[in-house]
T-cell receptor, first 111, second 114 residues
Framework: QKEVEQNSGPLSVPEGAIASLNCTYSDRVSQSFFWYRQYSGKSPELIMSIYSNGDKEDGRFTAQLNKASQYVSLLIRDSQPSDSATYLCGRGSSNTGKLIFGQGTTLQVKP | AAGVIQSPRHLIKEKRETATLKCYPI?????VYWYQQGPGQDPQFLISFYEKMQSDKGSIPDRFSAQQFSDYHSELNMSSLELGDSALYFCASTRVAGVANEQFFGPGTRLTVL
């Protein structure tokens, strides 16, 4: 079992809809979580970081963290075709900060 | 804003050759991480440096070595290249005193071993 689990998808949503991406992790001591967007052949781009239980909003993006359930999610409101990419969920190592990623969820936003 | 710089962007080598990948972190970032991403895979952590000292080591083959220099740039040296080393290699940087662990990735080096 991977330390960070994501549904690989593809997740297909119509333009303008809300896309919901989910991630679970196994290490209970994890404190920092990150969502990266990666277009094919490109580098991961940081979208959101979250460290505390609850919601964190930034523009069209909302990250949610539930440490009791070991669950992280990313909501994308008003999805656009340009949001079509692979979304990587990562947890940061508490001592050195290395990132451990899930396998990524492919999102397809259809016009 | 300045980003992480990696060179070269593309590299083609033959089996058993050596390769050197370079990474220049964002100014004032003191920590560098190297990741390897194979086709259809998520990035896998290789090695990291903080203030020029190795801080963590992941699934990095013994054929690979790396270091961080006084100007904080880092180099990943790969010897006796194998076909399976073909991948995207990313460098990411962060500032330890900044927001916890927010890493910013460079554009990557695509290594092809023939």
């Amino acid at each position: 079992q991977k330390e960070v689990e994501q549904n690989s998808g593809p997740l297909s949503v119509p333009e303008g809809a809300i896309a919901s991406l989910n991630c679970t992790y196994s290490d209970r001591v994890s404190q920092s979580f990150f969502w990266y967007r990666q277009y094919s052949g490109k580098s991961p781009e940081l979208i959101m970081s979250i460290y505390s239980n609850g919601d964190k909003e930034d523009g069209r993006f909302t990250a949610q963290l539930n440490k009791a359930s070991q669950y992280v999610s990313l909501l994308i409101r008003d999805s656009q075709p340009s949001d079509s990419a692979t979304y990587l969920c990562g947890r940061g190592s508490s001592n050195t900060g290395k990132l451990i990623f899930g396998q990524g969820t492919t999102l397809q936003v259809k016009p | 804003a300045a980003g992480v710089i990696q060179s070269p962007r593309h590299l083609i080598k033959e089996k058993r050759e050596t390769a050197t990948l370079k990474c220049y972190p964002i100014p004032r970032h003191d920590t560098v991480y190297w990741y390897q991403q194979g086709p259809g895979q998520d990035p896998q952590f290789l090695i990291s440096f903080y203030e020029k000292m190795q801080s963590d080591k992941g699934s990095i083959p013994d054929r690979f070595s790396a270091q961080q220099f006084s100007d904080y740039h880092s180099e990943l040296n790969m010897s006796s290249l194998e076909l399976g080393d073909s991948a995207l290699y990313f460098c990411a940087s962060t500032r330890v005193a900044g927001v916890a662990n927010e890493q910013f990735f460079g554009p990557g080096t695509r290594l092809t071993v023939l």
